[in-house]
């Protein structure tokens, strides 16, 4: 089955709200540029975004080409915290040209994305998301716009507790069967 997207700017609660939806028996993958910093950082001389993105951009498009796969051997929906046209959006914002295979790879996921709008109350300004809260404001309006360029129906996530966010997900996912 193909997998939904669940995406937005930095610190709106995506991983926590994954986190939810795998304790209420989904399918999830968590997100592959936070796994992939972390891994790197370990690395003596470690790919990371601030040093060269367009490479990072490619680790980042090998793992969640990797958890796509993986997610349409499902039977049940699942949940991807940040996808392909994540990475889209960070090439796009730093000038740097998309490889059309990333594009066409955009294809092979459920056409609703769910996005969550980033919360000053719960951002984070760390070593994994080095940037004010104002610049993940921008990211969140990019990965709208890119989202419905790439003909994905976009669907704002309203803040709230993770059970009512869960909640309105799980009300949304069986409205489209």
């Known amino acids: 089955m193909k997998p939904f997207i669940i995406s937005g700017g ?3 609660g995506k991983t926590t709200f994954i986190n939810a939806l795998s304790d209420r028996g989904y399918t999830t993958f968590e997100e592959a540029s936070r796994t992939l910093i972390e891994q790197q950082s370990r690395l003596e001389h470690g790919i990371l975004p601030w040093h060269d ?3 990072f951009a490619k680790l980042c498009f090998e793992l ?15 949940f991807m915290d940040r996808a392909i046209p994540d990475v889209c959006v960070y090439l796009t914002q730093a000038g740097i040209d998309i490889p059309s295979h990333y594009i066409e790879a955009c294809q092979g996921y459920q056409t ?12 984070v300004q760390d070593e994994v998301r080095p940037y004010p809260f104002t610049q993940a404001l921008d990211i969140h309006k990019q990965l709208h ?3 419905l360029n ?3 129906q976009v669907v704002e996530v309203p803040w709230g507790s993770i059970v009512q966010r ?4 799980e009300s949304h996912v069986q409205s489209l069967d």
Request: proline share 7%.
């Open 10 to 12: 930095p610190g709106a």
């Open 53 to 55: 993105l367009a490479a």
């Open 64 to 78: 969640m080409s990797e958890q796509k796969q993986r997610a349409l051997v499902e039977q049940v929906p699942s």
């Open 112 to 123: 609703v994305a769910f996005l969550c709008r980033p919360e000053a109350s719960i951002y």
């Open 145 to 147: 716009h890119t989202y």
């Open 150 to 152: 790439l003909g994905f």
């Open 166 to 169: 869960t909640l309105f997900i």
